[in-house]
């Protein structure tokens, strides 16, 4: 990571509440191309999530403790706080003298941009600020909320604005949490009804509304430069298994969650394509 902080802009996307074996299940069908051609393998990789539910997930992410790879560890970070005794800092890791890793990245020079999704971004009480007081630029409105059927399209023009306006110099790392997954989710399966309420197959066609329109976030993030970018869960949630439903809560469907991290590759001003030759 060394190698490319500094050098690349970076896209951090959480799949706000999907669960890994949907995840799975629907790359496998090759219901989600867009997010598909841009998994290593085709495969999500399968993790255990840092918390249960988004505010304690989030805060441990931007610690720099991502989902955890689901084996036996220790398993070297991409990112850390210089922290002594550490065991998953590496030699490759990405090492910053602040709490957090949006501080850390903001003292190396980069544009801190937020795009929020569900509740604990909104703004609308002081624990609504917690998270997207962390960057220098947060944005929060109601259709890019749970609530909202066209929430991740919003969200996708918003952060097209934000690259836009963003001097060509200056270093971006984005966030995008995408609510679309959370409850409810039930609008985006063509039929159901309120009534029914959410299950495993409405969550289902959510990822396959995000995949719809995450193309143009990728488009827009490697526009400038090549990007490295993490997609993953945050936590997953239940319905119905054991007698769970939803999530803060001890249960596999909720701490396994989904992983991929990847390379965008950005514009080569010759006219072809930059392969920046950094594996990650």
Do not use: K
């Amino acid at each position: 990571m060394n190698e490319i902080v500094g050098s690349h802009d970076l896209l951090l996307v959480t799949l706000d509440t999907l669960r890994y074996d949907v995840a799975a299940e629907l790359a496998s069908a090759g219901r989600i191309p867009n997010l598909a051609r841009h998994l290593p393998g085709g495969r999500w990789e399968r993790r255990h999530a840092p918390g249960s539910f988004t505010y304690a997930s989030h805060q441990a992410i931007f610690a720099g403790f991502l989902p955890t790879p689901a084996s036996p560890g220790p398993h070297p970070r991409l990112f850390a706080a210089r922290f002594a005794g550490s065991e998953t800092t590496a030699d490759g890791t990405f090492v910053y003298d602040t709490p957090d890793l949006v501080s850390g990245l903001a003292r190396r020079g980069y544009h801190t941009a937020c795009v929020g999704g569900v509740g604990f971004f909104n703004r609308q009480a002081p624990l609504g600020s917690v998270l997207p007081g962390m960057f220098r630029e947060s944005h929060w409105e109601p259709s890019f909320g749970v609530a909202s059927p066209t929430s991740f399209e919003s969200q996708v023009t918003r952060a097209e604005e934000v690259v836009a306006a963003l001097p060509g110099e200056r270093p971006l790392f984005l966030f995008v949490n995408v609510a679309a997954l959370h409850q409810p989710n039930w609008f985006h399966l063509p039929g159901a009804t309120p009534e029914a309420g959410d299950t495993r197959t409405t969550h289902a066609a959510a990822l396959e509304y995000v995949d719809r329109h995450i193309g143009r976030l990728f488009t827009a993030m490697s526009s400038r430069r090549s990007c490295f970018t993490i997609v993953c869960s945050d936590h997953g949630t239940a319905y119905g298994e054991d007698g769970f439903t939803g999530h803060r809560l001890g249960h596999d469907v909720v701490w396994t969650v989904p992983y991929a991290h990847f390379l965008l590759d950005g514009p080569d001003r010759s006219g072809g394509t930059e392969r920046p030759g950094v594996s990650a």
